[in-house]
Nanobody
Framework: QVQLVESGGGLVQAGGSLRLSCAASGRTFGSIAVGWFRQAPGKERECVSAIGASGGSIYYANSVKGRFTISTDNAKNTVYLQMNRLNPEDTAVYYC??????????????????WGQGIQVTVSS
């Protein structure tokens, strides 16, 4: 069993930055793959970034490449999503998700067993 808790969301002006955190309990991030997803109203949930176990591989959606950075702090059992140069299209509920016992990440939400509660990110123009 893995529990995930997101933090760090909020309201920011366009061009600003936020850092999301995903703290895990029950398993260490070194043994699981983690994805950051977002869902805007009326849209499907999409993977914006993901990282394989032990940070061996990283994925970014084209829409966030060059602006978002995923990283892990194994000592704190936390995964971060640094979001820079935010724009209104980044407004969504952001979720972190974990694949237990999988070294590789996936961009498919259905392949993640555990999810955080979600956190709102709102970017004003």
């Amino acid at each position: 069993q893995v529990q995930l808790v997101e933090s760090g969301g909020g309201l920011v002006q366009a061009g600003g930055s936020l850092r999301l955190s995903c703290a895990a309990s029950g398993r260490t991030f070194g043994s699981i793959a983690v994805g950051w997803f977002r869902q805007a109203p009326g849209k499907e949930r999409e993977c914006v970034s993901a990282i394989g176990a032990s940070g061996g591989s990283i994925y970014y959606a084209n829409s966030v490449k060059g602006r978002f950075t995923i990283s892990t702090d194994n000592a704190k059992n936390t995964v971060y999503l640094q979001m820079n140069r935010l724009n209104p299209e980044d407004t969504a509920v952001y979720y972190c998700a974990a694949r237990v016992g999988r070294a590789t990440y996936s961009t498919l939400a259905s392949l993640y067993e555990y999810w955080g509660q979600g956190i709102q990110v709102t970017v004003s123009s």
